[in-house]
């Protein structure tokens, strides 16, 4: 759970996600992820579903979403790309949008685009148990389970190969038929966790 102690300013929150608060406190939906009309068309064309709301107020505001793990991520003006299901919450001074991510997204069934957010501040982001944070060098690039990927920050590139071969199909393979390879310098979060992808049903 996520307490959220508010003196007037504003957070953005997964809509539905309040759980209890206390003093005073407004709930506004908002639409597109939060990005006005142009993000609601934007979301609609690429299948990044995200619906958002704003909580403002004097108080204190709980957050949670089926007992998920919370992560908390400092932004420091860079971005980071999470799936929008395991977006909880933000600063209301970040800003939220979509990114053309290629073929990964195609891996999990979720369209070719994730979340983006960015600026100065924290976002909270889930995990279905205690999120892993990888570093990924030059040196080391990272090999990532569709399933298990949360989000990643940093100057990373990321590619979608197929672990598929003739031993897959005789039943002889590994289970894992795509991954997503990073390359670069930056963080991916992971949890211990897969969930369902048309990787997997491969």
């Known amino acids: 759970m996520l307490a959220v102690d508010m003196t007037g300013d504003a957070v953005k929150a997964k809509n539905g996600s309040m ?54 991520v400092n932004l420091q003006g860079d971005k980071l790309y999470v799936e929008s299901s395991n977006l909880l919450a933000t600063d209301s001074g970040l800003r939220t949008g979509t990114s053309f991510t290629g073929l990964r997204g195609a891996s999990q069934g979720n369209g070719l685009f994730t979340t983006t957010i960015e600026g100065h501040g924290q976002a909270a982001i889930m995990s279905d148990g205690p999120a892993v944070v990888l570093r990924v060098s030059r040196q ?25 071969t003739f031993r897959t199909f005789l039943g002889e393979g590994g289970g894992e038929a795509f991954q997503i390879r990073f390359e670069g ?18």
């Open 140 to 164: 080391y690039p990272l090999t990532v389970d569709p399933g298990a990927y949360i989000a990643h920050q940093g100057n990373l590139q990321q590619s979608f190969q197929s672990g598929v």
């Open 185 to 202: 310098d930056g963080l991916v979060y992971v949890q211990p966790s897969e969930r369902n992808t048309v990787a997997g049903d491969v």
């Open 19 to 72: 759980v209890a608060y206390d003093g005073q406190m407004s709930f506004k939906k908002l639409s597109g992820g939060g990005e006005g009309l142009r993000g609601m068309v934007t979301r609609r064309l690429t299948g990044e579903q995200m619906t958002l709301m704003e909580v403002t107020g004097q108080g204190t505001c709980w957050f949670a979403d089926r007992a998920s793990e919370i992560n908390l």
